[in-house]
T-cell receptor
Framework: KAGVTQTPRYLIKTRGQQVTLSCSPI?????VSWYQQTPGQGLQFLFE???????NKGNFPGRFSGRQFSNSRSEMNVSTLELGDSALYLC????????????FGPGTRLTVT | DQQVKQNSPSLSVQEGRISILNCDYT??????FLWYKKYPAEGPTFLIS?????DKNEDGRFTVFLNKSAKHLSLHIVPSQPGDSAVYFC????????????????FGQGTILTVHP
């Protein structure tokens, strides 16, 4: 089975722009979660989607949004980028809504200049 | 407010010896705990987990211990191998504010494990 895939792997954007990141979960997995990893804050939960609905949300501003499609693929969008948004964005999928075990993709490294 | 803490930023161990990685949590609503390993330029890889109804779970060289009264868990790796050198994250999940949060994990800051040959 293929693992979680994320595209693109690397991205450089300018402050004020917006960006869309994509995540394809493991086949059969219906829950997709997004995390931001920075050196200072570690891994922080952004949001989780299950069956095309946002089920949980972390403490991030409204500039961070996401969605999930009927095939469980997910996208996250960051608008009006700030320098502090530079981070590794990780997507994780899990089999169903009733398990805590998540399987991570390789991440998208976003650099905001 | 860090609900999951890994107080040791790094740990250095000789090959063949035991590695013990520690994690503390403050939120008593957490009822499931996981350990992940992360290599540079890769996503975290799931290692082992434990439910709050257990106090120990083993999988090969990896054993996780949970002490609920102390809100403390540890990961033991025996014997340690150079390939185990990575960053180890402890994570917790559980019902929050009465809801079910299966898709939300709270992570510690990570511990860099170095196993010397």
């Amino acid at each position: 089975k293929a693992g979680v895939t994320q595209t693109p792997r690397y991205l450089i954007k300018t402050r004020g722009q917006q960006v869309t990141l994509s995540c394809s979960p493991i086949s059969g997995h219906r829950s997709v979660s997004w995390y931001q990893q920075t050196p200072g804050q570690g891994l922080q939960f952004l949001f989780e989607y299950f069956s095309e609905t946002q089920r949980n949300k972390g403490n991030f501003p409204g500039r961070f949004s996401g969605r999930q499609f009927s095939n469980s693929r997910s996208e996250m969008n960051v608008s009006t980028l700030e320098l502090g948004d530079s981070a590794l964005y990780l997507c994780a999928s899990s089999l169903e809504g009733g398990t805590y075990e998540q399987y991570f993709g390789p991440g998208t490294r976003l650099t905001v200049t | 407010d860090q609900q999951v803490k890994q107080n040791s930023p790094s740990l250095s161990v000789q090959e063949g010896r035991i590695s013990i990685l520690n994690c503390d949590y403050t939120n008593s609503m957490f009822d499931y705990f996981l350990w992940y390993k992360k290599y540079p330029a890769e996503g975290p890889t799931f290692l082992i987990s434990i439910s709050s109804i257990k106090d120990k779970n083993e999988d090969g060289r990896f054993t996780v211990f949970l002490n609920k009264s102390a809100k403390h868990l540890s990961l033991h790796i025996v014997p340690s191998q150079p390939g185990d050198s990575a960053v180890y994250f402890c994570a917790a999940g559980g019902n929050n504010a009465g809801g079910t949060s299966y898709g939300k994990l709270t992570f510690g800051q990570g511990t860099i494990l170095t196993v010397h040959p």
